[in-house]
Structure formats: structure tokens, C-alpha cells
């Protein structure tokens, strides 16, 4: 399956506050109430399609435990995007947004795109930071911002898709470089500089129809 | 250095291993080994079919695979083991000549894994004595009930006898030596609860002083729960508990077993008590995993069935099991667990310096083992931790079933640095035996779901047989090799 371009995302957030279970839906359509603990980084992929363009997303899920970060810190380096969550029903994740964002902000790319979540939207009655407040925080610090239910799946198509077209009028804007990889963004084989495979003559790839 | 041995990893021992110029000692073929194989390419199939959408063969860099290059072939080492594994079998539970070359040859390999050969099964039944007092007479009475119940061989019922000989007859000071022999091949269910106290150092080798050393211990955990489980709400501790609070109802979402409120309670306390008693590493992730080995282990001699616990179904664990037994349990939970972890502390200080070592050496281990296979996983930019990192940090819990831990633990809690250094040898082993399917795979894409979803599903006991015996292998070339293993 071809594609215009690669985008690289990472998940970010507390422990607990859903970041597996978003990925989850995103990738299988499905959801598990009880998702065991995430350790270090867990890879998930998904196409999706913008601007009638074919863009595959790479995603790193990451443990939330402060224990880890030495470990998930590495890999903002060469994402073009972050999902940074907090649990609506859980005050204190909220209140951590701050160290993440200094955490990602000072090892990322300049350019990374941050779409900020309140998960859990399905549990209502439990609420204890209100949309507004998610709202005045993105605004405050310039992000996209959502609340989704990795439950219900409500927005989580959006909060990955949205993230994506930002990336893109980005790049339509000039603002990335995409020809550098470290940014998290790869052309796909058919807008690269030639369509020859690299020193390849490998039988078992022609059934990709020459390319790839 | 290994890099001008492209036929055998093994250049200083080349006497021990290869005598002939093609046949290995203990790597004939063997059929089963084929459709085991056959069913994990299915699961994974099944797998990537699901995620069809986003997989993409040839998206990224290219490789040229060279089977020439090969070094080892786990499908080969897999077969030798299991023909080692199987002959071992035959020839130390029956009295039967070893004529046959391949037997012979597995059976040089299994001893030189046990360093000796294990000594003759009396003819006679045993009846072990009984210990009042001591945690429940194991494989005292109850065994035959849970032998059948288990559909136990009349092999393994056999490898019981021959524990329970060493446990419970002749002089009371425990032969440790014999014991760790027998252990490092496996410990039969029934007999395990006392094997893992004496490999764990939680009771001495003297049986007569089981019960006193054990209650000791058992006070002493207790006292600790008086005295500091009550900090959990202070403000220094209660981040602690906190965070092990919200862990523990997402443990093992596969076993019902630990959804019982009794149980994440037991769990809660020790991990609480171990984590504010080691405040240089604290409760980390993953070590929560660590617990529940030995508390299948030490709960299972006080109930009959004891499958039934690990079952989708289980009783309610107070409904089967005393509270006095189950403080007992715990206690010895914490301590087997505690033993556990203190060879590996470093794994769980700040930065875990020690895993990433490990990491560090595995790739090393690789390079030096499987030029091929490094290089495949290099050249699709795989970083080592991206999927070595969760299986030193959890001791590859999450990737295998429980009852398949338990048999790897058998032969870890025997050797020496066995959570440590020889669980490297382990997970080398591990890695090596996806080979074929992890060359198969054309992109970094499709290359990280393997590696972190490896199908694992059906693996039995039998498969941690192979892969033991595959790491000591390794580490019997590898370990104290000059130059060897990155620092």
C-alpha cells in the first residue's frame, strides 16, 4: 500500500489516564476496560487519508510512571505530533499538563504539533475538570484541543485525524522540512527523489508492484 | 572473535560441541518443533491481517536476506533442545540404554546444561514424613489428588518422588546441590511451594528448622505491615501508594483471580511494604508482575485444585483458603519476591541503569551471535529497547503465560545471577528463536509489531525447556569470554 507521507506521533500523559486504550481504538476500533500497565513504548500503526492523500501514521504509546521518562523522553525526538491526554475524571492528571508540556517542549521539535485530550468523556458524572477549563489551557499555551471517550470512541478518530491535518498545512505552509526525517515526517515512496529501490533486487518485493 | 566463525558461534569449545563436521551434538531435527512453528506463523498471520490496513510490505528501507550468513538457526536449535529435553527424559526416569547416537549426543548436551547427571529414582514409593506446622505437607497426602486432578504423567509423578526424596528423606540438612540439579529442569507443581522457599533462601537447608525460620520471617513481614503499611496515606509515602493503588486493578486483566478484591489487597500491601523498604529504586512499573508468580506459587498449597485458581472461574480465594493460611501466604510471597528483586535492584533505580546494560549486552550478544539478524534489525533503525526494554523490565512476564513463567523461574531461581545476567542469556535465546519470522518481515513497521506482539499464545512449558537449555548454551560460550559483552 502506497502513501504520500509518514507521520510520527507519540502519546503523552499520566499514568492511567487512557493513552493505550485511545491508541487501541484507534488502531483495532475496540476497547478494553482493563488495559494492563503500558512499559517503556508500545508501537502502533494506522493509515488514514487527508486531502484525498494517503498518510500513514506511526504512533508511540508510552508509559505514563515518572520511573520511565528518562526512557520515553528519547522519543520526542523525530515526532510530528503529540497527544498529550489528561483524565477528566482525575483532577491531578490535569494539573501534571504543565511538566509535560515543558518535557515535550524542551525535547522536541519546535515544530511538533500537540493536540491536547480530556479522555474519558463518557464518564459524565465523575467529572472533575470541566471542558473549559481544557479549552482556556490549549488556548493559553497555542494547541489543539478535544475531549474524547476511548469508551464510546467519540472523537478519538478526530483527535488522530485532526492532529494529522495540522501536520499537513504545515507542510503545505512550509513550515517542516521533509526532507528531514528527524522531524517526524517522511515522504512516501512515490514523492521521493526516485522511485528505484535502493540497492534492492529483492525478488519477494515485486508483489508490491514495483512499488512500494 | 566470533566474526571469523561463520559456521559456529562456538570457536574455543568447538570439542564440546562439534565433533562432527555437520552434525551438532543435540541438534538432530526434530518433527514437532515444524508445527508449533507452523501455528505461531498462523497467530501472527491472523494478526497482521487485522491490521492489514496499516501494514505496507516495502514502505521503508530494503533488505537482502543471505541465508548464507546464517549463524544459528533457531529452528535447529529449537529441535536439538526439545531432543535433548526428550532424551534427558528417557534415560535419567527409565533405565534405558542410551545406544542411539542423536539420544547420546542430546543426552552429552542435557548433562553438560546439569553439569551432572542426576542421581537414580529409587524403586520404591516414598512416603515422605510428615512436618506438622510447616506450611502445609506438600505432595503429602494431596498430591495424589492433585497428580490426578492434573493428569499428571506417571513421569511426573516420578519427578515428584524424586524431589520429595530430597525434601523429606534421610538426614534433615537438605542436599541443595541435588535439589538444584533436579530444579533447573523444572519443579513439579506440587512440590514447588517448598523447592522455591529453599532456592529463594527463605528457609535454610535444614528441614528442622523450616517451621521456626519460617514463622520468624512470617512475623517479621507482619511487623512491618503494622508498622508502616499505616503510612500509606502520609504525605511522603502516599504518592506510593497511590500510584500501586491504581496499578493493581489493571494486573493480569486476563486472570479473574486477581480482580478479587482479598487479593489486590495482599497484592497492594506488598508492593507497599517493598517499595517504601527500598526507597532507592521505589515502586516502579512492572515489578507488580514479579509478585504474582510466587503468590500462585505459595497460595497453591492450600487449596486442593489448584488450577482452578489460574482458571476463568475461580473461587473466591477466602471460601477455600483460611485467613490463617493466607497470611502465611503472603508473607511468603513478599519474601520470594523480595529475594527475587534483590538481585536485580538496579533494574529499577533511577534511569535503570541495569536494564539498560543488559540491553546493551544483548545487542552486543546478538552481533556477536547472529551477524544476519543484527544487521536486519539495524538496518530497519530498531533501537534494542524499543522492544528488549518490557521484557528485562517485567522478566518477559507479559510475554509469556503464567504457567510458562513459572517453569523459567524453576531454572533462574538455580542459577547463579539468574534474574540477572543469565536472564540476558534468556532473552537472547527468546529473540533468536522469532528469527526466521523477524527476517521475514520487510519494514520497521511490520518488523516492531512482531517484536512486540510475539505469538507467544500456545507456548507450553516445553518451549521454556528449549529456550533454558538455548541460554545456557550461550552463556556457557559466552560468559567470563574475553572481550565479550559491552560493559
Redesign the interface.
Known sequence: MSYAYLFKYIIIGDTGVGKSCLLLQFTDKRFQPVHDLTIGVEFGARMITIDGKQIKLQIWDTAGQEAFRSITRSYYRGAAGALLVYDITRRDTFDHLTSWLEDARQHSNSNMVIMLIGNKSDLESRREVKKEEGEAFAREHGLVFMETSAKTAANVEEAFINTAKEIYEKIQEGVFDVNNEANGIKLGPQHGPANVHPGSGNASMSQSGGCC | MMSSQPATPVPKQNSLWKRGSINVPGRPKLKSASKSKAADADSFQNFTE??S???????D?????SIGDMIISPGEVHSAALSVLESHKQSTLSVKPNACTDAGKAEALQRLAMKDAVPRLPDHVIHPKHYPGFPRPIGQGSTAVRTSSESETSSEALRIQKFQTILFEGSSSINMEELKKLSWSGVPSAVRPDVWRLLSDYVPPNRDRWESVATKKREEYWNYVENYYKTRSDEQNGETYR?IH??I?????LMPLF?QPLVQEILERILFIWAIRHPAS?Y???I?DLVTPFFVVFISEHVERCLELTSNSPPNVDKVVSAEALRSVEADTFWGFSHLLSGIQDH?T???PGIQKRIHQLADLVQRVDKTLHAHIARHDIDY??FA??WM??LLT?ELSLQCTLRLWDTCLVEPQGFGLFYLYICAAFLFHWRDELLRQ?D??SL??LL?NLPTKDWTPKEIEVLTAEAYRLKYVFDGAPNHLAK
Do not use: H, K
Not at chain 2, 528501507?61 to 536476506?65: D, I, K
Not at chain 2, 486493578?249 to 486483566?253: E, K, Q, S, Y
Open positions: 487485522s491490521v490496513d496499516a501494514w505496507d510490505i516495502g514502505d528501507e530494503f533488505c537482502n536476506l500510584q491504581i496499578d486493578p489493571r494486573m493480569a486483566p480482580q521505589g516502579v512499573q512492572g507488580n529499577y533511577f534511569a535503570q529497547l524499543q526494554f518490557r523490565n517485567n507479559r520487510m520497521f513497521q516492531m509489531l512486540q
